[in-house]
């Protein structure tokens, strides 16, 4: 048992730290932003006007889990530029079959509702910023 001393507080287990992304850790501070939620009744609305990245998951998808703070960075760093969204696709399946979304996560980019590039599977937060990056005119390195 561990001595401890008196007036200080003595913790049994280790506090859990929150783990910083890479812009954190570097000195930016990135937002992180909820993803807009689309549905089979909404998807064609929310996608109409501008980009909207969306991300194809599933609740019980590894992968899918892996990318859900790097998706909520995204909507953070590109507020205002892009809409950033997330489709499950266990409970909206007419718009994951109209899009042939047959592996998880899928992510596909549309412009003024129509897609424009796409990806399959888990990837760097930086290949979605040079994709994002790309159809914003922004100068990629």
Not at 39 to 46: K, L, P, Q, R, Y
Not at 78 to 102: C, H, I, L, W
Request: proline share 9%; aromatic share 6%; hydrophobic share 40%.
């Amino acid at each position: 048992m561990r001595a401890s001393i008196p007036g200080r507080l003595r913790l049994a287990q280790p506090v859990p730290m929150p783990r910083l992304s890479a812009d954190m850790r570097e000195g930016g501070i990135v937002p992180n932003m909820k993803p807009v939620e689309l549905t089979d009744g909404n998807f064609t609305s929310e996608i109409a006007q501008g980009l909207t990245l969306v991300d194809f998951w599933a609740p019980w998808c590894g992968p899918c889990r892996i990318i859900a703070p790097v998706i909520e960075e995204l909507a953070g760093q590109y507020e205002g530029r892009v809409k950033v969204a997330k489709v499950n696709v266990d409970d909206n399946p007419a718009t994951s079959g109209q899009f042939r979304v047959m592996s998880i996560p899928t992510m596909i980019l549309f412009k003024d509702g129509q897609p424009v590039e796409g990806m399959v599977g888990a990837q760097p937060k930086r290949a979605f910023e040079s994709v994002l990056d790309k159809h914003l005119g922004v100068a990629v390195n």
